[in-house]
């Protein structure tokens, strides 16, 4: 499942990005993983869609993380995404 997120994630993500996610995979550290792949969209300013959000919240769920503690953070991104778009014009 995380290799398929990573895989939506290519497009916007830095090849730097994706290796430091995947040494935490690497590593057996997938909770850090998955926090570290959040950390870099909201630090970053990504756009994500939501399909990677769904993602998320799958892996957090199969993890039994929470997931809207994830979700959350993407969610705030995207919205802010949203309402800065339309004041750059």
Known sequence: MFTALLRMLEEIFSAAEIAEVREF?????????????????????KRVDDDVALRVRM?????????????????VQR???????????
Do not use: C, H, N, Q
């Not at 919205?79 to 014009?89: A, I, N, S």
């Open 25 to 45: 995979l690497d590593a057996g550290e997938y909770g850090l993983a998955l926090d570290t792949l959040v950390d870099i969209v909201v630090e970053e300013g």
């Open 59 to 75: 892996l957090a769920t199969a993890m039994r993380l929470e997931p809207e503690a994830y979700v959350s953070r993407l969610a």
């Open 79 to 89: 919205e802010d995404v949203k309402v800065l778009t339309p004041r750059m014009f």
